[in-house]
């Protein structure tokens, strides 16, 4: 098979810095409700706004469908069609496992952590739960920034962060948040915590998009990106030829969090 043509990466134009980067923060809101036989999930942020609902028979999924009122590319409505490969996988199966078994780099990142979380959601004895991550702008010079994460509003897991490692707590001092994190988080953090922690990871992740003015690259091919290909479905062979970033898709929610899941 012939390799997958990319142009010349100019990723972000270099005059593309957020003029309003360093006075607000990133935000995220989870919400997963259980109903007969199946999980909605919601999910919203700066540059994301999904909904799935997750059929089950009380021990594996028979289901899902979903709904992407707000997306970053073109494109990335077609990954609920991946998303099906998660169908017939058992409820209680270890996370690691269902990444062996469904890659999650042909599903939309997002939709993916999403549908896992709404499997796990199915075992816990609270029928709604809601997780909410703050990531505050850093503000450079090798100072740390807040990033925590809440579940029903009760704090989880709060780091220090600078760029992509950890400052404090001081027992996780240096370790990474990006590449290299499930390796040492899993054996770090149990239970809920460990599902938070995820969910935090996440949440820092995307949270860097607001160093960019995103308004500047609508239209741009998602062929520029070169470091992005093979990461997720719009970047993926055969989706990311015809993969465009679209306008007018983020929000910032730094003063009103209470706007998120409302998906206006």
Not at 77 to 92: K, Q, T, V
Not at 187 to 209: D, N, P, R, T, Y
Request: hydrophobic fraction near 35%; charge should be neutral.
């Amino acid at each position: 098979m012939p390799a997958m043509p990319v142009r010349k990466s100019r990723d972000f134009p270099q005059d593309n810095a957020n003029p309003n980067y360093g006075e607000g923060c990133y935000r995220r809101r989870i919400g997963l409700k259980a109903g007969p036989g199946h999980v909605v999930g919601e999910l919203e942020d700066d540059c994301h706004g999904f909904r799935l609902r997750l059929e089950h028979d009380g021990a594996k999924v028979t289901g899902i469908t979903g709904e992407t009122p707000r997306i970053p590319m073109n494109t990335c409505s077609g990954a609920l069609r991946p998303l099906r490969e998660l169908i017939g996988l058992p409820l209680n199966m270890p996370a690691p496992e269902i990444v062996g078994s469904v890659d999650p780099r042909s599903n939309c990142t997002h939709l993916y952590d999403l549908a896992l979380l709404a499997m796990a959601h199915v075992g816990w004895d609270k029928p709604s739960r809601i997780y909410d991550v703050v990531v505050d702008d850093q503000p450079g010079g090798g100072r740390p920034a807040r990033a925590e994460v809440f579940l029903d509003g009760e704090s989880m897991v709060r780091w220090e962060v600078c760029w992509t490692s950890i400052v404090t707590p001081a027992e996780l001092r240096g370790k990474p948040i990006m590449q290299g994190f499930s390796a040492w988080a899993n054996q770090h953090f149990h239970g809920l915590e460990k599902e938070a922690a995820f969910v935090l990871s996440k949440g820092i992740f995307v949270g860097m998009s607001r160093r960019y003015d995103m308004s500047k690259i609508g239209g741009m091919p998602a062929l520029y990106q070169a470091s992005m290909m093979g990461v997720c479905y719009s970047y993926s062979e055969g989706v990311v030829e015809r993969a465009v970033r679209l306008s007018g898709s983020v929000r910032d929610f730094s003063r009103h969090p209470e706007q998120l899941l409302k998906f206006t």
